[in-house]
């Protein structure tokens, strides 16, 4: 069976950081492109970051971009998503996905269609 198993979420104060993972298990990791999406209370989910499947490349939402950094390590199948200077705005429901890199046509990774598979999320909350 395939897993993503997010963690990491918590409570901070604004301006302060977390660090979340996503464990990866029942797939060729490195086939996968990896994305981060959140959701916050009462909002639609929205895409976070982008982490390529090969060579070291990742995109970001301007909302995130300079304070959020994603990387991954295909040694460990896990995909990381640290956070500084967290807002009250970051708020929310974290997820990790995976899509296939040999999809035809290509699929997005910042896209909720091009997603094969979620995880269950990690809380995170940022207070004032």
């Known amino acids: 069976d395939v897993q993503l198993q997010a963690s990491g979420g918590g409570l901070v104060r604004a301006g302060g950081s977390l660090r979340l993972s996503c464990e990866v298990s029942?797939?060729?990791?490195?086939?996968?492109?990896m994305s981060w999406f959140r959701q916050a209370p009462g909002k639609e989910r929205e895409w976070v970051s982008c982490?390529?499947?090969?060579?070291?490349?990742?995109s970001y939402a301007d909302s995130v971009k300079g304070r959020f950094t994603g990387s991954r390590d295909n040694a460990k199948n896990t995909v990381y998503l640290e956070m500084n200077n967290l807002k009250p705005e970051d708020t929310g429901v974290y997820y990790c996905?995976?899509?296939?890199?040999?999809?035809?046509?290509?699929?997005?990774?910042?896209?909720?269609?091009?997603?094969?598979?979620w995880g269950k999320g990690t809380l995170v909350t940022v207070s004032s």
């Open positions: 996905a995976a899509s296939n890199n040999l999809s035809k046509p290509p699929r997005p990774c910042n896209k909720d269609y091009g997603m094969d598979y």
């Open positions: 029942g797939l060729t990791f490195s086939d996968y492109y």
């Open positions: 982490i390529g499947s090969g060579v070291d490349t990742t």
